[in-house]
């Protein structure tokens, strides 16, 4: 039985992270900590950082957000780029995603980041792009996918600079970016159908 590569990457997810919950050791050796790469030369936690997350909630809300969005858009990049370029863009998403803070902090021995949410955002965005007019649920409220990229980047860029909690809201916005970068430099005519589809949503008739 074939198994998707979007469930692949949710259960290694998954495995890894509920291990370092309880060992801490682990959780050490895979968040991204700016001076172990710096001056360490542990670049794999670059990538390493999605693995692992700070408490169940962060963990199923990245997860399922993932399953969901994931599930629709791998076979759209597969189809372009093959499995290892959906692998690879998934990837690419966390790197993008940490780098602006890593840049920040390198030499910052009090950061620490760490979850998947930059490269989820990336593929939750590549998927706005392509239905901008479908419904999500936030929170069990119905939202159209433009209305909530547009509050989510709001909120995120005024969070950021609040710094008032302990989320990487830079590592959401250019995740953001990213995925749909990634997009348009794919498939060129995704930017006209964005297009097409907000100005003429389909209950518009």
Do not use: C, K
């Not at 900590?33 to 963990?59: E, I, K, N, T």
């Not at 499995?83 to 863009?89: I, K, M, T």
């Not at 950021?160 to 794919?186: C, K, P, T």
């Amino acid at each position: 039985m074939d198994i998707s590569l979007t469930l692949i990457l949710i259960i290694a997810t998954a495995g890894v992270s509920l291990v370092a919950f309880r060992d801490h050791a682990l959780l050490d050796r895979l968040i991204l900590w700016p001076p172990a790469v710096s001056r360490g030369g542990q670049y794999y936690r670059l990538l390493s950082y999605g693995l692992v997350h700070g408490d169940g909630m962060h963990l199923l809300f990245n997860m399922v957000t993932l399953y969901f969005f994931g599930s629709v858009m791998e076979p759209v990049f597969a189809s372009r780029i093959g499995d290892v370029g959906y692998v690879l863009f998934y990837a690419g998403g966390l790197l993008v995603s940490i780098l602006p803070s890593y840049l920040a902090n390198r030499n910052n021995p009090g950061y620490r980041s760490l979850g998947a949410s930059g490269a989820v955002s990336a593929v939750l965005f590549a998927f706005i792009l392509l239905q901008p007019w479908a419904m999500l649920y936030v929170f069990f409220i119905p939202a159209p996918a433009i209305v909530f990229a547009v509050v989510y980047v709001g909120w995120s860029v005024w969070a950021e600079r609040q710094a008032r909690d302990n989320i990487n809201h830079s590592a959401h916005l250019w995740g953001a970016a990213y995925g749909i970068v990634f997009m348009l430099v794919m498939e060129p005519r995704v930017l006209l159908i964005f297009w097409e589809q907000l100005t003429h949503p389909r209950w518009a008739g």
